[in-house]
């Protein structure tokens, strides 16, 4: 068995948030195609759980979104 690469994954492009149990230190990345399907998972997660936006991910790098 080799070992585990050190390089970090690339994310793919889109947008990004992370959704958390509330209280928790740690969570789950989702990541949507538009800004509208993002609003709408934001919507749908934000009564049971803590929601961090990440931002956009264009070409392997995060971008902030205006306006959120």
Same mark, same amino acid.
Do not use: A, Q, T, W
């Given at each position: 068995m /080799? *070992? #585990?690469s050190s !390089? #970090? !994954?690339? =994310? !793919?492009? /889109?947008?990004?948030?992370e959704v958390r149990n509330k209280n928790s230190s740690t969570g789950v990345k989702i990541r949507r195609d538009t800004k509208e399907q993002l609003q709408e998972a934001i919507e749908e997660y934000k009564e049971? !759980?803590?929601?961090?936006? =990440? /931002?956009?991910? *264009?070409? /392997?790098?995060?971008?902030e979104i205006p306006g959120l």
């Open positions: /080799g *070992r #585990p !390089k #970090p !994954k690339d =994310l !793919k492009d /889109g947008f990004y948030i049971s !759980k803590d929601i961090v936006v =990440l /931002g956009e991910s *264009r070409n /392997g790098k995060m971008h």
